[in-house]
């Protein structure tokens, strides 16, 4: 199952045991917004995934960017939704080693790389969800040596089961900043988890901020113009997605070649798609090793959205009757290849997603 060689103590059959694993508790796992994949976290942190993005000079793995890629891409095909928690576990992790705030960071950063805690960021209001509203979602106010906070951040995955969360807020003057602030403070309000189409037990949902009071001491980045543009670490940013959309895909060709198994017909279709995957996986690795700027990571995506979606159609359309069942693990892959339509999902990206949904193929 496992392409991935590993650099650190692990090695690549336990590795492939822990995918096995990871795709077994995913077949079991409910879609429900009361569930939580905390059986395949405590795997990853037992495997050493939680180490993987914290440097080898503050007792981690220090994979290279490469590394945590093809890692995730691996962990996706297995099981996408503790993968996309990990991602955003990952996502506070990478702010708060390259933050200049040595001191919160060396007191949060060891039960995050051993797995005793968790932590999630609320970050979208200042990334895509809020950037058009005239009045910020979340306004900071200088309150002493600190600052006090109101409003609402949207979307935070895992909140419920967080003991930090790392979000933002904006000043009157434009100026924002990051802070790492823990879940059970006074004012923190983290809301029941929203009904999604699909991934319900990621658990995601708004968090409010009423009159929250921090100190600086808890200021992560900033104040600053444009602080999402600080702190990224050199991290997978957009990369990141398409190398869960890519490793989704691979989990669901793996599964519609077992059925090509059964009935040969199928391989007409299958076979393309699996060409198609390890072209463009190889590709994505080719880009992520190098710089090759902002075109090839929105080509990546693009193409990786719609690789996606269609394997996971395919699958379904392969199964007949029975995979339109709630439940079947094809319906399921069906509404959950969806996310990447709307999950960080840039406007070029989206624009060309679009088209290529609203035009008929030119094969026709």
Known sequence: MSEFTFRN?????????????????????????????????????????????????????????????????????ACLLSTFVLTQRNAAVRRIITSDNLELRDRLLPDLRDGRSFATVAISHLT??????????????????????????????????AESLVTGGSLDDGRELLFCLPTNREGVFVEQPVSLLGLNASQTGAVRLNDVSISRQEVLHGPVAGVMNQGSGGGAGSLGTTALALGMTQGVLRKLSLEAQRREDLNEFLVPLQTECMDLSERFRQTASRSNGLTDEQFLRTAANSLVLRSAQTWLAATKGAGYVSGHPAERAVRESLFFLVWSCPQPVLAANLRDLSCRSRHV
Not at 30 to 59: I, N
Request: net charge negative.
């Open 128 to 161: 895509t969800s809020g950037k058009h509203l005239k009045q910020p979602l979340v306004v900071a106010v200088p309150d002493g040596d600190g600052f006090r906070l109101n409003g609402v951040a949207p979307w935070a995955t895992g909140a419920t089961q």
């Open 9 to 77: 103590e692990l090695t690549a059959p336990e590795f492939t045991h822990l995918l096995t694993h990871l795709e077994e508790c995913s077949r079991q796992q409910r879609d429900e917004a009361d569930a939580w994949p905390a059986e395949q976290l405590k795997a990853m942190s037992d495997y050493g995934v939680m180490t993987w993005d914290v440097p080898e000079g503050l007792g981690g793995s220090g994979f290279s960017n490469l590394d945590l890629l093809e890692g995730l891409r691996q962990l996706s095909s």
